[in-house]
């Protein structure tokens, strides 16, 4: 099926199909946009889908019904912002196999907005799919951005997993050691990319493997409270074996997890979080992230209580030579 980025609207007075939104990353993110963000097509919200190459929508049945076989393939749609073809504009695009990475730049972009307009852009928001590559990558990508805020939000919900995430927390838990006054310059610090205020961190049931890891060495660490729920409880490792002579491929359970007191843990119970919330179905269907609120209650509380530390530059020595 293809698929153009974005949710539709039956106008049942109307008879006809609106788009009622379509989905954005980042403005910078040119990873993954909605064919509908292309340029010069000047598709907005609240624009009538009537026609696919040529055929008029049958309202009775998902409007993705007139998208079968179409991922990938050049496609004309007839849009007009009223619901009927009189001026209408048809236009060329080509429609995607999957909206999932899409849908979900979307919904970081949403969270991190979220965050800033709830704080004043004091906190920031980061999110960390998996403990793998891709996973340190966009760690440090986004701490990069957001180092200078006076909190920051981790939201490691749904994280996948991969690899033991000791250098994350290692990142996030970096001590300031000295700072540097220029001469040319704004003073710097060392190390440069560290952050000393306060922090949360976004926890769920789908976050496994490494995903149960990363909160387990947040809490650990003593960087702050855990929000949300219960994590899967995922955490023996494979690290392969000899491939069958038959091609075949056998997995098998290589390492177990115990802690610094001599006892088993996390495997088959998860990471409990410090601050209760779930998030009801009911109220994700409105938009609504109670998680989120209550990571975004947490951490104002704590900014209010332990803000960042700011020391202040000492006066500069006079070195001068003082004659009698």
Sequence with gaps: VGLLGCDFQLDEENNAYRIARIYEAAPWDAEVRSPLREPGLDVNEGDYLLEV???????????????????????????????????????????????????????????????????????????????????????????????????????????????????????????????????????????????????VMLINGWSGSGGDALPYYFRKAGLGPLVGTRTWGGLIGISGNPQPIDGGFVSAPTFGFWNTQGQWDVEGYGVEPDYFVENEPHKMARGEDPQLEKAIEVVLELLEKNPPPEPQKPAYPDRSDKVE
């Design 53 to 199: 190459n040529g055929r008029k929508i049958d309202t009775s049945k998902d409007p993705w019904a007139a998208f079968q076989g179409l991922a990938g393939e050049v496609v004309e749609l007839t849009i007009n912002d009223k619901p009927d073809c009189n001026d209408a504009r048809r236009i060329t695009v080509k429609p995607l196999a999957s909206e999932f990475r899409l849908r979900n730049l979307a919904w970081i972009e949403e969270n991190r907005q979220k965050v800033q307009r709830a704080t004043n852009n004091r906190v920031g928001y980061i999110y960390v799919p998996d403990t793998s590559r891709n996973g340190q990558n966009e760690l440090v990508r986004q701490f990069n951005a957001q180092w200078t805020k006076d909190a920051l939000i981790i939201d490691e919900r749904f994280n996948s997993g991969g690899q033991i995430p000791d250098r994350f927390i290692e990142l996030l838990n970096r001590p300031i050691y000295n700072y540097w006054a220029r001469r040319d310059h704004r003073d710097w610090r060392t190390p440069f990319l560290a952050h000393a205020g306060p922090k």
